[in-house]
T-cell receptor, first 114, second 114 residues
Framework: DQQVKQNSPSLSVQEGRISILNCDYT??????FLWYKKYPAEGPTFLIS?????DKNEDGRFTVFLNKSAKHLSLHIVPSQPGDSAVYFC?????????????FGAGTRLFVKA | DAGVIQSPRHEVTEMGQEVTLRCKLI?????LFWYRQTMMRGLELLIY????????DSGMPEDRFSAKMPNASFSTLKIQPSEPRDSAVYFC????????????FGQGTRLTVV
């Protein structure tokens, strides 16, 4: 049962254009949603997050949008740069007594062409 | 801070052998997560601890898998006996309770069971 789904395994974008990565989830109880970025042979690194009570969070070139009614979130990167080429994981967090549980999607590989 | 440290980086073992993966948390962090990355399922949460106590091990695939935190800064994930389908990259991540928006990952251990 995959609660967090990234249906596009890969995305190719021209440098300078917008990259839009999509994510769907099934559990309406998630408290936070996050995006992580992963380069080969490295662990994922945190990129940006959004609380379930918000619909948008922006950090420089990165913006995350949350549509709770559709159980959908997206990450926009603009303008895209070749260094953004990586695997992007969408994740969702349940906050519980005693800690929190974060579930990841399968990832989308982004290629930014120079 | 050196970040989350995992060892070994690579492990090749024969089917049926015991495998132990190790993780050192970031100083001051009190939550510890073990994830497994495969092509098909992306990043799967296996187990997480809070203050050395296992909170949720529902992701542990079978009884062959076990995880411990002998102290506040160190954890092990053991597979006994190992099988070829256990081949994957295993990540450890740590966080501070209350920082539900970010976890810090180690570089991972690539396990190959032949």
């Amino acid at each position: 049962d995959q609660q967090v789904k990234q249906n596009s395994p890969s995305l190719s974008v021209q440098e300078g254009r917008i990259s839009i990565l999509n994510c769907d989830y099934t559990n309406s109880m998630f408290d936070y949603f996050l995006w992580y970025k992963k380069y080969p042979a490295e662990g994922p690194t945190f990129l940006i997050s959004i609380s379930s009570i918000k619909d948008k969070n922006e950090d420089g070139r990165f913006t995350v949008f949350l549509n709770k009614s559709a159980k959908h979130l997206s990450l926009h990167i603009v303008p895209s740069q070749p260094g953004d080429s990586a695997v992007y994981f969408c994740a969702a967090t349940l906050v519980r007594t005693g800690g929190f549980k974060t579930i990841f999607g399968a990832g989308t590989r982004l290629f930014v062409k120079a | 801070d050196a970040g989350v440290i995992q060892s070994p980086r690579h492990e090749v073992t024969e089917m049926g052998q015991e495998v132990t993966l190790r993780c050192k948390l970031i100083s001051g962090h009190n939550s510890l997560f073990w994830y497994r990355q495969t092509m098909m399922r992306g990043l799967e949460l296996l187990i997480y601890f809070n203050n050395n106590v296992p909170i949720d091990d529902s992701g542990m695939p079978e009884d062959r898998f076990s995880a411990k935190m002998p102290n506040a800064s160190f954890s092990t994930l053991k597979i006994q006996p190992s099988e070829p389908r256990d081949s994957a990259v295993y990540f450890c991540a740590s966080s501070r309770t209350g920082q539900a928006t970010e976890a810090f990952f180690g570089q991972g251990t690539r396990l190959t069971v032949v």
